[in-house]
């Protein structure tokens, strides 16, 4: 099995998910980590951005405005269908590579937008998180948006209950990290070493 994949609605908690599983000795890929790396100056995708979007998304030392960047693309769908389809490929490049590297052992990949994407592979585990929408907003109020940036955010993607419905497996982030790391070991058992 070489493709374990984590998804979830924004807030959910797919990165602590992913670390308890690093915690067992998966090994794992955070999909969002590497589209940030793809927007450095120089990377791949950095000039086709700033060349789409203008210099009002390049900040004075070259990198992306990110922030900016967002304002623009989850206010008009268009653009975030644009931005997705300079990124996902080069995403999905990068993890059949890592999947490619760490065979036959399984890869653990946090993959935000996977049934979004149509990344769907017949022979993928699913592992949805989940928590209450009063957390999921919680979470992202921390990160500093307001009620309109997370509706929009929310908005983009499929249900938190959609994307539990089409897993293999759910694991709840609505209480302690002991409870996570006992559903994530318990399925870890079952994925890996059964």
Request: glycine share 6%; hydrophobic share 45%; aromatic share 8%.
């Amino acid at each position: 099995m070489p493709l374990i994949v984590i998804t979830g609605g924004i807030g959910t908690g797919k990165s602590t998910v992913l670390d308890a599983f690093a915690k067992l000795g998966a090994h794992c890929l955070d999909t969002d980590e590497v589209a940030h790396a793809l927007y450095a100056p120089g990377a791949p995708a950095w000039q086709p951005i700033r060349e789409h979007f203008g210099e009002e998304v390049v900040q004075e030392d070259g990198t992306l405005n990110r922030r900016a960047l967002a304002a623009q693309v989850f206010r008009k769908p268009e653009e975030l269908a644009w931005l997705n389809a300079l990124i996902h490929p080069l995403i999905q490049q990068q993890m059949m590579e890592e999947e490619a590297m760490v065979a036959p052992l399984p890869l653990f990949a946090a993959v935000p937008l996977w049934y979004e994407i149509g990344w769907e592979l017949p022979q993928t585990k699913v592992v949805a998180t989940w928590c209450t929408e009063t957390q999921q907003r919680e979470r992202l109020r921390g990160r500093g948006w307001d009620d309109d940036e997370i509706n929009r955010r929310i908005a983009s993607q499929l249900s938190r209950d959609e994307k539990l419905n089409r897993a293999d497996f759910g694991i709840l982030t609505i209480a302690s990290l002991e409870i996570l790391q006992r559903q994530c070991d318990i399925i870890y058992n079952i994925l890996v070493t059964k």
